[in-house]
């Protein structure tokens, strides 16, 4: 087993009416992902140039924790409203795709909680209220 932090990202395509309704259900996430053993972090990337695909980056201790997660009830729990069917507005994302990294380095300013800096960045309007 690699002893290299493990990151994926699940790459979503989704059309630009699906946004407001993408981000809203990501505002009311359940949130189980962060009591999972080998979990670090998590942050939804909204595009800003480049792409017109939303990032959801996801770090573990290791593949087999990320692994652990995706077979987990606490996945099915943490994405209740992205696979309801007939749920209101129907899909948001019409496409997904699973990207998986090794971290061979990594630094983090001194002092910085990223997670306590990015609860709440669930902004669905795209302003900054
Ligand atoms: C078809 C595949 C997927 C789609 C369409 C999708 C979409 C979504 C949506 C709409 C949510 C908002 C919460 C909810 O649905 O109740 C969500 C939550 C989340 N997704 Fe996905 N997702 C997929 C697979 C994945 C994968 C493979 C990963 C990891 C790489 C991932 C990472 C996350 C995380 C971390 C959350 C928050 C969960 C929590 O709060 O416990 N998703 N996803």
Redesign the pocket.
């Known amino acids: 087993m690699s002893d290299h932090p493990f990151v994926?990202?699940?790459v979503?395509t989704v059309p630009e009416p699906m946004r407001e309704t993408?981000e809203e259900?990501?505002a009311?996430?359940?949130?189980?992902?962060?009591k999972m053993d080998g979990f670090e972090h998590?942050e939804l990337l909204r595009p800003v140039a480049g792409t017109d695909k939303y990032l959801?980056y996801?770090r573990w201790k290791s593949k087999d924790h990320f692994d652990a997660w995706?077979n987990s009830m606490?996945f099915g729990?943490?994405?209740?409203?992205?696979?309801q069917d007939g749920r209101e507005g129907g899909?948001?994302?019409s496409g997904?795709e699973?990207w998986s990294f090794e971290a061979i380095q990594t630094a983090d300013a001194a002092g910085v909680n990223r997670t306590a800096d990015a609860v709440g960045v669930t902004d669905a309007a795209g302003d900054d209220a």
């Open positions: 994926a990202f699940n979503l993408l259900r990501f009311k996430r359940a949130g189980e992902v962060e998590f959801v996801t995706v606490q729990k943490g994405h209740a409203q992205a696979s899909p948001a994302a997904s699973v």
